[in-house]
């Protein structure tokens, strides 16, 4: 069965500083995987997907993320965070047999101090 | 402007009564899909509509009715059976359904279902 895991429930990160945002998955076949932000009390805003081609993914509001067959995982990381930043982030994977149906973790929130 | 709408934001829900959640897309997306969001968690599906006049459940339906009527509209009903429904509940859309390569879910802005 696949699943997501988000181990960091809030990272809390100075104005300006690089952040990672860690995501590991588990899966016994190919994969498509997701970032989404979720600001307070809205819905989802995708941020980038990995599909297949190039490891590293580019997204918006300055996001990257890359992807690691071999180590099951799909990080997402930020040179440099703006105050406007500080929401939560959404991993998910989807089966490419089955690529309808998403599996979220359970989400990090990103919190920013100036 | 296209996207997806959900009303009403806020929604107050009686012990034993039905209530019904809106979900509408402009986005001409013949896939929709219910999630329910609780704190701390990620999002389970509860409902999936890949095509009008059909659905199929997710991972927690028991409780959670849907129909499809019309591409656009996909409105769930959380039913007196569901004994736990105060949550984050988000619609979502996509072109296809998966049944292509893999298309991007579009959210709505969710609503927030409680009990009094």
């Known amino acids: 069965a696949q699943s997501v895991t988000q181990l960091d429930s809030q990272v809390p990160v100075f104005e300006e500083a690089p952040v990672e945002l860690r995501c590991n998955y588990s899966s016994s076949v190919s994969v498509y995987l997701f970032w989404y932000v979720q600001y307070p009390n809205q819905g989802l805003q995708l941020l980038l997907k990995y599909l297949s081609g190039s490891t590293l993914v580019k997204g918006i509001n300055g996001f990257e993320a890359e992807f690691n067959k071999s180590q099951t995982s799909f990080h997402l990381r930020k040179p440099s965070v703006h105050i406007s930043d500080t929401a939560e982030y959404f991993c998910a994977v989807s089966h490419m047999d089955s690529s309808y149906k998403l599996i979220f973790g359970s989400g990090t929130r990103l919190l920013v101090r100036p | ?116």
């Open chain 2, 1 to 116: 402007d296209g996207g997806i709408t959900q009303s009403p934001k806020y929604l107050f829900r009686k012990e034993g009564q039905n209530v019904t959640l809106s979900c509408e897309q402009n986005l001409n997306h013949d896939a929709m899909y219910w999630y329910r969001q609780d704190p701390g968690q990620g999002l389970r599906l509860i409902y999936y509509s890949q095509i009008v006049n059909d659905f199929q459940k997710g991972d927690i339906a028991e409780g959670y009715s849907v129909s499809r009527e019309k591409k656009e509209s996909f409105p769930l009903t959380v039913t007196s059976a569901q004994k736990n429904p105060t949550a984050f509940y988000l619609c979502a859309s996509s072109l296809a359904g998966g049944t292509l390569i893999q298309e991007t879910q579009y959210f709505g802005p969710g609503t927030r279902l409680l009990v009094l």
